[in-house]
Each structure stands twice: as C-alpha cells, then as structure tokens.
RNA sequence: GGAAGAAUGUCCGAGUGGCUAAAGGAGGCAGACUGUAAAUCUGUUAGCGUAUGCUUACGAUGGUUCGAAUCCAUCUUCUUCCA
C-alpha cells in the first residue's frame, strides 16, 4: 500500500501527482477562474515571467495586489521563469553568462532577463512556486552545447537562489537541464543539489525528441532527484507522457497541449484523440467522451460543438478548454487512486489499451 | 428601343493565343500541435489510373489557328447608363 504526495502552498494543498493548466498571461486562455476551480477541479495553475515582464508589467501586477488578485484566481499559482522562451523564441534573442536580452515579439524593442531579473519580477508578480531563471536547450543540440549550456544554468541557478530572499512565502525550484546526454543529467542533479532547493524541475525534454528518448531521459533523471521533495516534469504532456511521469515518480506536470488542442478543435478522450472538424461527427449526437465528468460532457453533443468550430464560434474553443483540462486533471486523479491502491501498472495497460496507446 | 460592360472550377476572383487542369481567397476534406510569438500551422481539393498518362472543363453553338479561357460570329443571361 502505497500514498500518494501532498503539496502544502500558501493557497492551499495540492495533491500529487498533479497536471497544472497553463496560464501563460495571468490567464488560462478562454477559462474564467471559477471553471478552473468547478468545472476542471486545478488546484495549482501556472503563469509566465516573460510574458507578463512584457505586458503588463509586474509592478501593475503588483499595484494590483499581486498576480492572484489580478487574475481573481485564489489557488496557487506556479510561475515560469522565461527559461522557455529563450528556447521558444529562436533568433529573437541573445544568450551571455549575464542574462539573455530578448527582442520583444510584441514591439521589437530589446529587454534585459538575467536570474536577477527574473526573481525580481516572480517576486513582484507574488507566485507561489517560483522556477529558475534557466536555458532550455534546443533538439538536438551537440554534446558541447548542451555541457556549457547546462553549466551556466547551474551558475544561474545559485545566483537566483542568493537573490531570492522571500523564501517564507514563494518557494523556489532548481531546474536540471542536460538535454539527451544521461551523464550530463547526473552532472546537473550534483550541481543542483548542491544549491539545496525545496524542489526540482527536469526542463529541457519534451522539446521535439522521439518518445524512446524521453522516455530514457525521463527513466534516467527521475530516479535521481532528491526522493523527499517535489519533482517537477515540464512541459508535459500528452496523456501518455503523464503516465509515464507519474510511474518515474514524477509529482507535477504542465503544458498547454490541452488549451491549445482545444483552441485547435481535438479532444482528448479515453478512446483516442478526436477531430471535432472531422465530417464524421456531423450528425453524431453522442457525448464526447462516455467516460468524462465534464460540464460539456454532460450537456454537450459532438454535432454541436462541430457546428461551433465550423462556425468559428469562441464557444466551442471554451467547451473544448474545459473538457480536455478537466480529461487531464482528472486522469492525473485516477492516477493517484490507482497509486493508493499499487495498481498504477496496471492502470497504465487498461489505459493505453482503451486510448491506443503502442506500449513502450 | 439604344449604348456600354460582364459571364472562369463548390463560391468569390486573377488570367487576354502555347509555360493553364487554370494565380489568390473562401468553402470542403485530412493532418500537426508537449515550461503558449499558436482561436495557429501544414497538406489536399475536376474524373479515372500506382504512374508516364488519358478524359472532361473557363455561359451555349459554330468558326479562325499547328494550338483558344484568351481572337471572330450568332445566341442566351445579367449589370450599368441613355430615351
């Protein structure tokens, strides 16, 4: 008999494993906050350093009396550092040992991130899970790349943490970088575990590799990051990859891929993905998924939500967000019940079987 | 009654002798999306065939030409202007 984890936050607990929905620019695209908290059941959303540094800028943020004000979210919220987006932002950005300076894709004009910096603005902004200020490399990288990158990482790592002083009320996490080199990964853990942070992240994969490669990386890491504190998988994932995280061990997940998806008309079901622009839902008067609690679900036919996305109605991207949010926090539930029980393995099989998912 | 103009693929619309099965949209069909520069992007869209290809296509019918969506004649329909 196994537990699964509990997360005490300044708003609330949190219980592991657990998927966080993406809010990038304190919000999650198209959801109010009471769905959040009704309809998908998240008790821990994240926001974005960068984004925000832009517009509106954290000390709005912070004259409004913090982000969770802001927003009107009550529950906790996690906040990435930028690290992503000096990944995800390509030629629009110039990396030194300093800091990265960005070329704002909103105006063109040139901002200054350093670890510094970038605390700073998770302080203003008052989240309660902060992230290091970090390089996630791109796939694929060279081995020398990838070494000096994940160098200068650690390097930033202890200077966020010296800089970080409000460590009562925000709780910051390293970020083990690597890329797909396993011994480089050990090297990172070291490094990291050296600067004692009350929890750890594994950046860096998810970034376009195949699924055996993640899947090694994440076996290799997973298993080596301290057993007593939280472990954090970003940008994860698809339904499988979440499994996958939960059976390494991992405690918290995000990505976007259930907002976007929505936005993009998928769902994510038990039965597999399903294109609601596909001809064949036209006339399918069916739920999405017989085996979701959702507020779609249970008031919403597949024809009709066809018709909102053939009509580019924003209300289909809406019933879409909170069925295919609600579809991984909830699987992420099931997760843990199966891991109360020890059953986790085999809840995985079941799942894959029904969904499928080629076992790996 | 007279004058001028227009008719193009599912729709809108470019094309004014060969490089045109026909630009570009829209619509249709399908695919992608993983710490959000994404309500975005990609492919495909006359028929048959695996394919070289063949057939049918630019209002209708006939003609000129080696060759016509493109030039000519007649007809049909529509738009605008004049009486």
């Not at 009550?74 to 990944?87: A, P």
């Not at 901002?111 to 203003?124: G, H």
């Not at 970020?175 to 797909?180: D, E, K, L, P």
């Amino acid at each position: 008999m196994q537990d699964f984890g509990v997360l005490h936050l300044p708003h609330g607990d949190v219980e592991t494993p657990v998927f966080m929905p993406v809010g990038t620019q304190a919000t999650v695209k198209s959801m109010t906050p009471e769905e959040l908290k009704d309809e998908v059941k998240s008790h821990i959303i994240l926001s974005n350093t960068y984004h925000l540094f832009l517009r509106p800028g954290p000390e709005l943020i912070k004259d409004a009396g913090g982000l969770h004000k802001f927003m009107n979210w009550d529950r906790n919220i996690l906040t990435d550092s930028g690290g992503f987006q000096v990944f995800s932002l390509g030629d629009m950005r110039k990396i030194t040992e300093e800091g990265v300076e960005f070329r704002s894709h909103i105006d063109g004009t040139k901002k200054f991130i350093s670890p510094e910096k970038s605390m700073e603005i998770q302080n203003l902004l008052g989240s309660d899970i902060m992230m290091c200020f970090d390089e996630c490399a791109p796939y694929p990288a060279s081995r020398d790349y990838v070494e000096k990158s994940m160098a200068m990482t650690a390097r930033w790592a202890a200077r966020c943490k010296e800089y970080h002083k409000n460590t009562e009320n925000q709780a910051l996490f390293g970020i083990i970088q690597g890329g797909m080199y396993e011994d480089l990964r050990e090297k990172s853990i070291q490094d990291l575990k050296a600067l004692d942070f009350p929890g750890y992240a594994i950046g860096g994969i998810s970034v376009g590799e195949p699924k055996e490669m993640f899947l090694k990386i994440l076996r290799h890491t997973a298993p080596l990051m301290p057993e007593n504190k939280p472990r954090y998988l970003m940008g994860v994932g698809t339904p499988d990859y979440l499994i996958e995280a939960a059976i390494s061990g991992i405690d918290m997940c995000d990505c976007v891929i259930p907002t976007r998806m929505a936005r993009n008309a998928t769902a994510l079901t038990h039965y597999g993905r399903l294109n609601m622009l596909n001809a064949c839902h036209e006339r399918d008067f069916t739920t999405l998924d017989p085996d979701c609690d959702c507020y779609t679900c249970k008031n919403y036919s597949r024809a009709y939500i066809r018709h909102l996305f053939k009509s580019k109605e924003i209300l289909g991207a809406r019933l879409l967000s909170i069925h295919n949010l609600r579809f991984l926090v909830r699987l992420m539930e099931d997760v843990r019940d199966a891991i109360s029980q020890d059953l986790l393995t085999e809840f995985k099989q079941d799942f894959y079987k029904k969904y499928g998912y080629e076992e790996m």
